[in-house]
């Protein structure tokens, strides 16, 4: 039911590593409201990463709530955000400790494991439990923002497959939950599909989300070599095929159609390297200025850098555990140096391509990094192949609210959220760059190679 004279609304929440975003769109995927608000990541100590969890996952997005509901008649809601993550709560929900983050060295729960497999999870559980035994739960960002909102202590079974192997056929693994110590009703109550999971002042909330398949579901990325490279904090690069692969060094997992499955990964050679390199460096020149700058520069004379400045977690993007500028000179400027820090999220992303086997036809690039025109162009020139940049830079949002439209009964097919895909510009290689990068990327390889 809609209100007279508001047109009928859904709101995506986005709980993201650097910021809560917030977009109340209608039915055909038009923006009706938006908002950002940031909060601090915190790298207290080398190998560590974290937020303050009672900011950033539970006032965040009660504010962003208040920021866009009134801009329609909202008929649904629903919450995305980065996994894994955990943080200790009170009885009324609140975090008292730091959110943990992936990547995170306290999410190593089995030292021996590389990467990919290592059960973060788990790692964050045992960590927390261990110094907040009395915590009356532990929760990831979805539950957290979930109960701010609603008082619902949820987390919807998709979200809940990155906590394996703590998630049993039927819940909660009661075994490993007391080898921990800790009791599974200290856990979110997990929901099944898009029932919701419970009501923010009448309006239906959803159990949640992953960041990653929200912004998959609007991208409009189905066909086989499409590459799904999502700038954000973190860097996520996805090939879609067809059929179900397995490559060693990526990760597999399940396409919003049903036919098709995503080859890649994560990597820090997004946001979280690009804001230490601003921080060190100051930020660049804005708009074309700094498109100005980077052109004049001879695309030859670059040095290339290993941009792990957290260990990353598959072994395609490397086993580095920190960043590295190798080639500097003395007459390289902050230009060469942005300009090299852009190209290396362009070469993560071909070392993904190349590693995964498949042809790729075009890159859709999503996230926030996509304001960032010389960041698209760098892309375009590393990789050889246009650059179709989303209109949305809060994709991970507006996928949010996409799914909010199942959990009112307004949608019954996650994948149908492909109409809401729109392009922005494409941007094409510039021919005066593919030696040049080639020759830095074939460098690249052997410095990941050689680690």
Not at 185 to 192: G, K, S
Not at 421 to 432: G, K, N, S, W, Y
Request: aromatic share 6%; glycine share 12%.
């Amino acid at each position: 039911m809609t209100t007279k004279g508001r047109p009928p609304i859904t709101i995506g929440i986005d709980v993201g590593t650097t910021a809560t975003k917030a977009v109340a769109v209608d039915e055909d995927g038009t923006i009706m409201a938006r908002t950002r608000r940031p909060h601090e990541l915190l790298a207290p100590a080398p190998g560590l990463l974290e937020v303050d969890a009672a900011d950033a996952w539970h006032r965040g997005p009660q504010q962003a709530w208040r920021d866009v509901r009134d801009s329609g008649d909202p008929q649904a809601a629903c919450v995305s955000a980065m996994v894994p993550s955990l943080t200790a709560v009170d009885g009324r929900g609140v975090p008292f400790g730091p959110g943990l983050l992936y990547g995170d060295a306290r999410g190593q729960a089995i030292a021996e494991l590389p990467p990919v497999g290592n059960e973060e999870w788990v790692g964050f559980l045992r960590h927390l439990a261990g110094i907040h035994p009395s915590a009356a739960g532990f929760w990831p960002a979805q539950t957290v923002a979930n109960h701010a909102l609603a008082g619902v202590a949820a987390l919807d079974t998709a979200t809940a497959m990155a906590a394996l192997p703590l998630l049993g056929d039927t819940g909660w693994d009661e075994a490993l939950c007391s080898e921990i110590g800790v009791r599974p009703e200290q856990l979110p109550r997990l929901v099944a599909g898009w029932e919701p999971a419970g009501d923010i002042g009448g309006v239906p909330l959803g159990a949640g989300t992953v960041d990653g398949l929200a912004e998959l579901t609007v991208a409009g990325a189905g066909e086989e070599g499409d590459v799904i490279v999502n700038l954000g904090s973190t860097l996520l690069c996805w090939m879609t095929t067809e059929g179900w692969r397995e490559v060693p060094g990526l990760w597999t997992i399940p396409h919003v159609t049903s036919d098709r499955c995503l080859l890649g990964g994560p990597s820090n050679a997004g946001g979280l390297f690009w804001d230490r390199v601003r921080a060190m460096l100051g930020d660049p020149p804005s708009g074309e200025d700094f498109e100005a700058a980077l052109r004049d520069l001879e695309p030859g004379d670059l040095p290339v850098w290993i941009p792990s400045v957290h260990p990353e977690r598959t072994l395609t993007a490397g086993r580095a555990r920190s960043a590295s500028l190798l080639g500097l000179e003395a007459t390289h400027r902050r230009a060469h140096l942005f300009r090299a820090a852009l190209e290396a999220t362009g070469f993560v992303v071909r070392r993904h391509i190349d590693v995964a086997g498949i042809a790729p036809r075009r890159i859709v690039a999503t996230g926030g990094g996509t304001a960032v025109g010389p960041w698209m162009q760098a892309l375009a020139d590393c990789t050889g192949l246009p650059v179709h940049v989303g209109a949305v830079p809060e994709s991970a949002a507006l996928g949010a609210a996409f799914a909010a439209r199942l959990v009112a009964g307004l949608e019954t097919d996650l994948a149908d959220g492909a109409r809401w895909a729109a392009t922005a510009r494409v941007v094409e290689p510039d021919p005066r760059w593919a030696g040049p990068s080639e020759a830095r990327y074939q460098r690249f390889v052997t410095l990941l190679d050689g680690e």
